[in-house]
């Protein structure tokens, strides 16, 4: 049967231009955590090197991915829509290293045996799935000392938990709803090490000083420790480096 929320993200993806050819530096790939151009922190974030693996949860048309298939990575990404992983197909079919699934992330998560070095999601389906079962499944699947990050925007202060997003579809349909989940930075940064996650990091980093758009992106990011017995009881699957 298929996922009711992947048309709703088919929808989006008609919404949303491919990224540019280049960015401000002439690059022809790029990382970017945030949804301004040109702005804040890059894949240093993940600490990989080359030859390491690495999953996009919720990669969309796939910039990012792209981007660590270029520096050398096994680059993996899994998405819920089509409409997304067409493009992602279609604007990177050249970039050697990318592996694409259509899917539930959280699905992934539970029937992949591989350990990833890192496991990251930009405003990607860790904001938009319950963290409560992103962050244990996420712990589950990385190497010891691998990296998880994730962004999205800010919370809205006092709008906190699960929340409606509104995809518009027209000016005579209903939006396609999704939910998400926001949380203030210190929120996030107890829930990852409530799940085991060390040298957890939750920060705002503000808008670009110029322009209109003034919102800034929540990075949150932690690494899994060597010891896995920790959190609710959750059953987690040992991996070695
Ligand atoms: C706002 S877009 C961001 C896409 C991409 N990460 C980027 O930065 O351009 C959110 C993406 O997450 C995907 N997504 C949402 N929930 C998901 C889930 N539960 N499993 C897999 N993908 C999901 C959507 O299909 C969509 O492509």
Redesign the pocket.
């Known amino acids: 049967m298929t996922?009711p929320?992947?048309a709703?993200?088919?929808t989006?993806?008609h919404t949303?231009p491919q990224?540019r050819t280049t960015n401000a530096k002439g690059e022809t790939t790029w990382f970017?955590w945030t949804q301004h151009p040109d702005h804040g922190p890059g894949a240093e974030v993940l600490t990989l090197k080359s030859g390491d693996s690495v999953l996009?949860?919720?990669?969309?048309?796939?910039?990012?991915l792209a981007h660590l298939a270029t520096l050398g990575m096994r680059a993996v990404g899994?998405?819920?829509?089509g409409a997304?992983l067409a493009k992602a197909r279609r604007r990177w079919s050249d970039v050697n290293g990318m592996e694409l699934h259509q899917?539930?992330?959280?699905?992934?998560l539970a029937a992949s045996t591989a350990p990833y070095n890192a496991i990251y999601?930009?405003?990607?389906?860790a904001?938009?799935?319950d963290p409560g079962l992103t962050l244990p499944a996420v712990y589950g699947r990385l190497v010891p000392g691998g990296v998880f990050a994730m962004?999205q925007h800010p919370p809205v202060e006092g709008c906190y938990g699960c929340q409606a997003s509104y995809i518009p579809r027209g000016p005579d349909e209903d939006p396609a709803i999704?939910k998400r989940w926001d949380h203030p930075p210190e929120t996030w940064a107890a829930m990852l090490k409530e799940y085991g996650f060390e040298d957890v990091t939750a920060t705002v980093l503000p808008a670009p000083e110029h322009g209109k758009r003034r919102i800034g992106t929540l990075l949150i990011r932690g690494v899994r420790g060597s010891s896995w017995e920790r959190g609710h009881g959750t059953t987690r699957t040992e991996v070695t480096k």
């Open positions: 996922d929320r992947s709703a993200w088919d989006y993806s949303k990224r970017n996009d949860l919720g990669c969309g048309s796939g910039g990012n899994i998405d819920l829509s997304q899917g539930d992330a959280l699905a992934f999601s930009v405003f990607g389906a904001y938009f799935t962004s999704v």
